[in-house]
């Protein structure tokens, strides 16, 4: 069975993740926006250089975990969409289906200072900046 995606490689975990070029330009946007850039297209090497990360609360570490997240439920949506021939997305449409996932997470967060990544990720993922007055926030 052919990649449904891209319709020229044979179908398989490996090829999905991120070897297929139709999500491998869908990894790269992601990587962009998640500051994923030293993060591989390699399955097991995503896989690592993520894990390797260390989880925290810091706001990148949150926004990468959670495009992690989102990058692998909507593949295999997009795919089996396909499959069954539902609906197909160009790239672009997948991305900001994540990005909007993403953000809007994001937005549910309760944030307690901001830093200069916090205003970077506002700017970058478009969620606001409500400052309180005490100078601490909650978006
Ligand atoms: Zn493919």
């Known amino acids: ?5 891209c ?3 044979k179908d398989s ?9 139709y999500l491998r330009r869908l990894w790269e946007r992601l990587k ?3 500051k994923l850039d030293d993060v591989s297209y390699v399955w097991g090497e995503v896989i690592s ?11 990148w570490s ?19 969409f396909r499959v069954v021939q539902l609906s197909s997305r160009v790239v672009k449409g997948l991305f900001y289906v994540i990005f909007d996932t993403v953000r ?4 549910g967060l309760k944030i307690i200072k901001v830093s200069p990544n916090v205003r970077e990720a506002a700017l970058i993922w478009n969620f606001p900046l409500n400052l309180s007055s ?3 926030k909650l978006i």
Do not use: D
């Open 1 to 5: 069975m052919s990649c449904p995606l």
């Open 7 to 9: 319709n020229s490689c």
């Open 13 to 21: 975990h490996t090829h999905l993740f991120f070897a297929c070029a």
């Open 32 to 34: 962009e926006v998640a």
């Open 49 to 59: 250089g993520i894990v390797n990360k260390s989880a925290s609360n810091r706001i």
């Open 62 to 80: 949150i926004i990468q975990r959670l495009v992690f997240g989102a990058v692998v439920y909507f593949i295999w949506q997009e795919r089996n």
């Open 104 to 107: 809007l997470r994001l937005m």
């Open 134 to 136: 005490e100078g601490s």
